[in-house]
């Protein structure tokens, strides 16, 4: 990539969300710190799924209960409107900031591969995720990368921002649900 190109404007920015705090942070920081008036923002919310998605052989249900296929249907079909909505909420700073957005949903059983494939189908100049500290490495040592920003980091063929929620915002949120 070219100097003229990164700083011409229109770049294509993927903001991966997962409806956490620590998501919300990341879209905040990026609006204030990193994203530009003119950039092309795509909110990529990877909805995890029991069903195997694949190029060459379609769908395959892990778990089939013919029983329970209509109240799991309607479950769905809950679970994807409230993502939708909070998805949706995700993007006021983006709204805010006058920063043109849109929000892709997909859906597959690997959060972490998806983000580096669709990240990588949708052209986008960089990544920007937050970083939830779940991983392994929170054992071995405090502040380090959670298992899908590692991930992402390593595998994805742009740039990766990882976004690290502060403490300070960790310890109010954890003091408001007392």
Not at 24 to 44: E, F, G, H, I, Q
Not at 117 to 127: C, D, F
């Amino acid at each position: 990539m070219s100097l003229s190109t990164l700083f011409a404007g229109n770049r294509k920015i993927a903001i991966a969300v997962d409806l956490s705090d620590e998501s919300a942070y990341a879209v905040r920081w990026a609006v204030a710190n990193y994203l530009r008036p003119d950039d092309n923002v795509v909110l990529l919310h990877v909805q995890g799924t029991r069903v195997l998605y694949g190029a060459d052989w379609g769908s395959i249900d892990l778990a089939i209960n013919i029983n329970d296929e209509e109240p799991e249907q309607k479950l769905q079909y809950d679970f994807d409107a409230l993502t939708s909505n909070k998805t949706a909420n995700l993007a006021k700073p983006l709204m805010d900031a006058q920063i043109p957005y849109r929000i892709h949903i997909v859906k597959d059983h690997d959060m972490k591969e998806r983000i580096c494939l669709e990240g990588e189908r949708l052209r986008v100049n960089a990544v920007i995720m937050g970083s939830r500290g779940f991983g392994e490495s929170k054992k071995a040592s405090k502040g380090r990368l959670g298992s899908v920003s590692d991930y992402c980091v390593h595998h994805c063929s742009c740039p990766v921002v990882v976004v690290r929620y502060p403490e300070e915002e960790k310890e109010s949120n954890a003091s408001t649900l007392k």
